[in-house]
């Protein structure tokens, strides 16, 4: 490929190539780049619309790595969209526990109850359908459209959102929608008709492993080095360009393992909010003590064998970080608590494991259970 290069640089010698020239220039290596470096994928094994969409939510805010063994158990416990649809509440969130960003699996749900009364249990085969789906973006359903469909519609995310700036030499603030949507716009301009899903893909893979979103890119092994205005100006540590985020707020939790021998406490959250409907650890605003937990929670006092201070735990949310201290509370029996929306009850333990779905926010005391 280095006589390409050669080619390219020489091109370029005379005058300074636009923007769709720059990126027509990059579409042979960048689809040559991607058949030999293209990683071994289990949703990209068999590319069919389901597969793609579930593999495209789950990858948001999520390492490939981690996504991996959720993707194949949802794929085993919910293999097609109809399934999904039927899902009982519990099952997803159980399903998706650990993934995070629960409105994504709710809005999975919602999509596919859709899909199933409007298109006949498939994923519509158009992009301005897709668009109208629960929870699905312009960079979702231009996946699902390129990757399973061959329809040739951009899938511009933060990877291709940082290669494209820095291809480009653009200095356009990245977290700002009217940006995504030039780019967008661009990409639909020089997607080829034929492997727009390589295309995408190949975009999306060079973000991912070599113009990398933190420490320096790596250059050298990048096929589009010739035709990057960033690389060539040694600009890299500049762009992309993107706003500050805003402060997240500071929360103070105190979080009880409230437990027998082989019982554990659990409560539903509200059904709108942060976390919303998932179950939790019983816990209180601020920094509280065990006595606290007695009287908000009805727990007598004769009941409480023991209680022990456990380590101090940090969760970071989107806007918000809580900041956490726990307390485990055993008890030598069941307090008589009335069954009521937003109460506690126990649960087995065993239990805690196969069917009710605790977010990782408190994971750092789950497993003292």
């Given at each position: ?54 593999s ?6 999520t ?22 649809a ?5 099952r997803l ?12 699996a ?9 899909a199933?009364e ?12 897709l ?16 990757i ?45 008709e ?17 113009c ?18 960033a ?19 500071k ?9 027998t021998?082989?019982m ?28 606290s ?32 201290r ?29 069917r ?14």
């Amino acid at each position: 490929m280095t006589g390409l290069y050669d080619r390219l640089q020489v091109l370029e010698s005379g005058r300074t190539l636009g923007p769709e020239e720059r990126l027509e220039a990059a579409r042979k290596p960048l689809l040559a780049w991607y058949r030999e470096h293209a990683r071994n994928l289990p949703w990209r094994e068999n590319p069919d619309p389901y597969r793609v969409w579930i593999s495209e939510i789950m990858l948001q805010q999520t390492r490939v790595e981690a996504v991996k063994p959720y993707f194949e158990r949802f794929m085993r416990e919910l293999p097609t969209v109809r399934d999904l649809a039927q899902a009982e509440d519990d099952r997803l969130m159980k399903l998706w526990e650990g993934l995070g960003y629960y409105s994504r699996a709710r809005n999975l749900k919602k999509a596919a109850i859709v899909a199933c009364e409007q298109y006949g249990g498939c994923l519509p085969a158009d992009y301005s359908q897709l668009l109208k789906l629960p929870g699905i973006g312009s960079y979702t359903a231009g996946a699902i459209a390129s990757i399973a469909y061959g329809i040739a519609e951009p899938a511009v995310d933060g990877n291709v959102l940082r290669v494209l700036s820095r291809v480009l030499e653009s200095r356009e603030d990245v977290s700002r929608q009217a940006v995504k949507k030039e780019m967008e716009n661009l990409v639909r301009r020089v997607m080829p008709e034929k492997r727009p899903g390589d295309y995408n893909q190949a975009l999306i893979e060079i973000g991912a492993l070599v113009c990398v979103p933190n420490g320096a890119p790596r250059c050298g092994e990048c096929p589009l080095e010739s035709l990057c205005l960033a690389a060539g100006k040694g600009l890299t540590g500049e762009i992309p360009v993107k706003a500050p985020k805003k402060e997240r707020k500071k929360e103070e939790r105190t979080v009880f393992i409230i437990e027998t021998e082989d019982m554990a406490a659990i409560r539903k959250r509200p059904a709108k909010g942060l976390l919303a409907s998932l179950y939790e650890l019983p816990s209180l605003e601020g920094a509280a003590d065990g006595q606290s937990a007695l009287e908000a929670f009805e727990i007598p006092e004769k009941l409480v064998e023991s209680e022990e201070m456990l380590p101090e735990a940090k969760h970071i949310f989107s806007h918000v970080e809580w900041h956490m201290r726990g307390i485990r509370l055993r008890l030598s029996g069941l307090p008589q608590w009335e069954e009521a929306e937003g109460k506690p009850f126990f649960v087995k333990k065993e239990e805690l494991k196969e069917r009710y779905p605790l977010p990782n926010a408190f994971a750092a005391y789950r497993r003292f259970l």
